[in-house]
């Protein structure tokens, strides 16, 4: 499985979800109409995530937005 997810959450939804399943996240940027795209450290911490938001992962074209690097506290 790849290490990128899209899901239909807000990026804070997908931070809590990744906290709280010890999930490392490398990069986070919202996507348009809705969603976020996210980029696991490794492939195990994509799985668990998107285990916990099943039937919430974007599948299809989706639309970027401009790339910028976000710190995660």
Not at 18 to 43: L, M
Request: net charge positive; glycine share 6%; no cysteine.
């Amino acid at each position: 499985m790849t290490r990128a997810l899209n899901i239909d959450a807000l990026p804070a939804e997908v931070i809590a979800m990744a906290a709280k399943h010890s999930a490392t996240i490398s990069a986070i940027e919202a996507i348009k109409p809705r969603g976020t795209r996210v980029v696991f450290q490794n492939a195990r911490g994509a799985v668990t995530v998107a285990t916990a938001f099943r039937g919430r992962i974007l599948t299809g074209a989706i639309t970027r937005t401009a790339w910028t690097q976000q710190r995660i506290s």
